[in-house]
């Protein structure tokens, strides 16, 4: 039996902090979820809120884009949150247009800052995103 499709937590540099206070927010319906991180995001939402369990990747620049874009094409990520931080230069930029680009083509809801987050948490239907 395959396993439930999760939702993705990726956050930029200068967007960890917000990610991590959209986390504490949102801890209870986060906590309904199967999550899924890359590597430095993921250790500061769970340092920051211990009761989530969240499966982590590498770090972004060194994989974990990629990897999570690979989860998506497998259909085992259903809707990805990126905070991404439009006005610092990326040296990644590349493998994140790849990611953006694969929750496009394979339709999952895609927030790319909190306010969207938090409408897409609030609609409760994440179809296929369950622990």
Known sequence: MAAAAALALIAHDQKKDEMVAFARDHAAQLAKFALVATGT??????EAVPELRIRRVKSGPVG????IGAMIATGRIAALFFFIDALSPLP??????????LAVVYDIPMALNRCTAELIIAHRS???VRT
């Open 41 to 46: 995001t993921g250790a500061r939402i769970v």
């Open 64 to 67: 974990g884009d990629q990897q």
């Open 92 to 101: 990644h930029d590349v493998d994140v247009k790849a990611l953006t680009r």
């Open 126 to 128: 994440l179809a296929g």
